[in-house]
Each structure stands twice: as C-alpha cells, then as structure tokens.
C-alpha cells in the first residue's frame, strides 16, 4: 500500500536547547532512543556561538530540524539503533554536516516519530582547513587595520579617542608587510542547499526509498513515496494530519477519521492488488478525488459512509476469492456451487457499485447524509421488491396448484383460490393467462 512520506522541516534558534529537549529523558515521557551526537553538548553550544557572531544584532539560524512519522509497525520489528543510525547515514550524507537523532512515541503512544537537528554549518577541520593549507597571503598595498576577530576595519574602530592606542585584540599591519595568518575557524560556512525548497524534496524521496526498504526488511506490507509522486487520480484516501495542540474533540474526530481512511485503503488495496476485475477503479478513483479535496472538518462528516463503502468491499472481495477458489468444474455439485459462487458475486458487484454511485452523489451534493439515506433507501427499496417478488412467485405457484386441481375435477376451495389469484394479479404489471405456460 502506498503511504505519504511526511516531514516537517523547522529552523532553530537555540539548536542547544533542542537537542537537549529531544535527548532528555527528564523532559521526554516517552523517549526510546537518542544517539551519540545528542550528548555532545560542546559542539552545538560551539555552533550557537559561531552562528551567533556570524550574525551579530541578529535571530540567526543555528541549525535545522527535521520531523519524521514512523510506521508503528518498526517500533517492534526494527531496533531503535538501527532506526537512528540509517537516517543520520542518510542525512549526513546528504549535508555533509553532523545530526542529533532521537526516536519517540507520544503520550498516548500511537504515533512512532523521529526527530533529527542538524548544523547547518559543516565543520571546517573535517573538509581539510588547517593553518598549513592557507595560502601565503600578498605584502598589503597600505597600512590596514584590524579587529579583535581579525577582518579589516579602520582606524576610527581600532583606536581609542582618547589614549590614541589600539584597542584590545587591534592590530596594525604596515604597508609592505604580510597579514598573519589566523587559525581556521571551526566551522565553514552554511550550506545554503539546506534552506531551499529542493533540498526538502530530495530528502522526502530518499527517506521513501529508506523507509520501503526497511519495511521490506521487516516483512511489512507498506510502501512509502514522496508526495508529489502519488497521482491525483489514486484510489486511496489521504489521512488527516494531526498537529500538536489540536482540541480533544477534534483530535478523537481525526483519530476516527483516520482509522476508517486506513480500513478502506486496506480494503481497496486487497481487492485492487488480488482481483483488479472485480474492482470499479474508475469510481474509486473519483471518490478519492473528491474527498482528498475536502478540508479536514469536512471529511469528519463521511466516516459513516466510507464505513459502508469498506463493508462493500470487502464483501466484493470475499466473492472473488470464492469465485477463483474453483478453477474446474468436474460435477453436477460443483457446477451448482460455481453457480452459486457467480451469484454471489453478482450480488456483491452490484452491491459496490451501488453504493459507490450513491456516495459519489453525496460528495458531489456536499450532503454527509445523503450517502447513507440513498443506501438505505435502495437497500429498502430493493428489499421490498425482493419480498414482492417471493410472494407474488408464492401466490403463482398456489394459482397454479389450485387450477390444476379445478382441472382435475375437484372444485373444491376453488372461491379462496380465486381470491389469492386476483390479489396476486393485481400487484403484477403483466397479466397472466391461466393454465397458459403453467
């Protein structure tokens, strides 16, 4: 089944706080794992100081944070080790810079979650700066001077007004002579890949690669693609994303709308995958269509009528599997079962498409109960004329038991046949001519 690669991307402030928000049992109930770069506190108060004197006066970004759904599924079939340390392969490759990764679940445990904070800035020392490899620098043209943290300035910024002096950590290079070579900071400068839209994309793809792969690995039946790769005509329901600090109510409405959504995705999935002639994907695709469109608060309102649809399904499903468990008919029992199994699914077909038709309507018409009173309004319907049917065939076969006895001689209870025939005749449209193919 095809899932939707989620990610939610957010700038940092105070990467330093973070990485300690998301690594700290204290400030976590439900922390699984967090790896070796969560511990290295120096480095990212380092990185918070450099990003912040790189932008003095400034809210400087001082790193990137990544959160990423996990199917529950992983949390019993994948160590959490093993989690952490393919996505911070993955990322680290992609970046070039160093990631903290912590694996979560939240309060209620229902959502298996990862969190990765990344530097946006790489280290300098790892991409071969040292104090050997700066090039010798040229005799300056003129006398230059400098500030405490070596970049050029002049001389109003240098000197003190009153002592005429240098200030602290001031220097003066005089014309002729070279610059001192300072040593290399510790980090370079940001990849600025990391802040556009392109970079989020080709993540998303390489975490949908990562993550099909791991549930292939633990035999789950899932695939993962990036979102812009599922076509708008799918068959399958988009969930609704559930945001921290969503009102109770609203979040049970989600909680239920998701798990309907997930049934009927299993439901069009098994059916698609195994019977895909017995499946009305032209209609599926439509109903997807329309209901993918829908906000969130307006889907809340078709939960019962996509209940009725998985229903449908797989009753579809189940009559096909019947239908394709007898490949050959060897006997008079066998043809009379096969026959049985075709009718079945007949019904079935007719069934889904049914109501299919009638929640297609109901999207299109806006009406949430429309699907459901149009069901059950044909299923009644149908109902009563299978009922009608039965006793009209009943009140046939007793005209007719009757009239063969009238035929035979015997007149007797011929008045209370005839009364069951004309009530019989006047609930049928075609008249019946007595004794005529009987």
């Given at each position: 089944m095809l899932h939707r690669v989620m990610i939610k991307a957010t700038p940092l402030h105070d990467v330093a706080g973070r990485v300690d928000y998301i690594s700290n049992p204290d400030r976590q109930e439900q922390l699984v794992y967090a790896n070796e770069a969560c511990a290295d506190f120096g480095f990212w108060k380092d990185l918070a100081a450099y990003c912040q004197k790189s932008a003095p006066g400034k809210r400087a970004c001082e790193g990137r944070e990544l959160i990423i759904p996990l199917p529950n599924e992983f949390s019993k079939k994948i160590p959490p080790d093993s989690i952490a340390d393919a996505f911070q392969n993955l990322l680290e490759q992609e970046t070039r810079t160093k990631w903290a990764i912590a694996l979560h679940w939240n309060k209620t445990k229902q959502s298996y979650h990862l969190h990765a904070v990344g530097s946006e800035n790489p280290e300098a020392r790892e991409n071969g700066v040292t104090p050997e490899s700066i090039k010798a620098r040229k005799p300056l043209k003129r006398d230059t001077y400098f500030d405490?943290?070596?970049?050029?300035?002049?001389?109003?910024k240098c000197i003190d007004p009153e002592t005429k002096e240098l200030l602290p950590g001031c220097f003066l290079v005089k014309k002729g002579e070279v610059q001192p070579a300072r040593a290399p900071e510790r980090f370079g400068q940001k990849v600025r890949r990391m802040t556009q839209k392109s970079f989020l994309r080709e993540v998303k793809a390489d975490v949908a690669d990562l993550m099909t792969e791991m549930c292939r690995y633990a035999?789950?039946?899932?695939?993962?693609?990036?979102?812009?790769?599922?076509?708008e005509d799918t068959l399958y329901l988009k969930q609704v994303s559930r945001k921290k600090g969503l009102p109770e109510e609203k979040s049970k409405k989600a909680d239920a709308y998701n798990k309907t959504a997930q049934e009927y995705n299993e439901a069009v999935d098994a059916l698609v995958q195994h019977y895909p002639e017995a499946a009305h994907t032209d209609e599926l695709e439509q109903i997807a269509q329309l209901m993918n469109r829908k906000s969130a608060a307006d889907r809340d309102g078709f939960v019962g009528a996509v209940r009725e649809i998985t229903k449908a399904l797989q009753m579809q499903f189940a009559a096909a599997r019947a239908a394709a468990a007898r490949p050959k008919v060897s006997s008079v029992a066998d043809f009379a079962s096969r026959y049985r199994e075709k009718s079945s699914l007949d019904a079935a077909d007719h069934n889904l498409n049914r109501?299919?038709?009638?929640?297609?309507?109901?999207?299109?018409?806006?009406?949430?109960?429309?699907a459901r009173r149009y069901y059950e309004m044909t299923a009644k319907r149908e109902r009563d004329d299978r009922e009608e049917a039965q006793g009209a065939g009943l009140l046939q076969r007793r005209c007719r038991r009757y009239l063969r006895q009238c035929h035979q001689g015997g007149g007797e209870g011929i008045s209370k046949e005839l009364r069951h025939y004309r009530r019989w005749r006047g609930r049928t449209k075609d008249p019946v001519v007595p004794g005529a193919g009987w």
């Open positions: 405490a943290d070596g970049k050029r300035s002049v001389k109003q035999d789950i039946d899932k695939e993962f693609v990036l979102a812009d790769f599922i076509r109501v299919l038709r009638y929640f297609r309507a109901a999207i299109e018409d806006d009406d949430k109960g429309a």
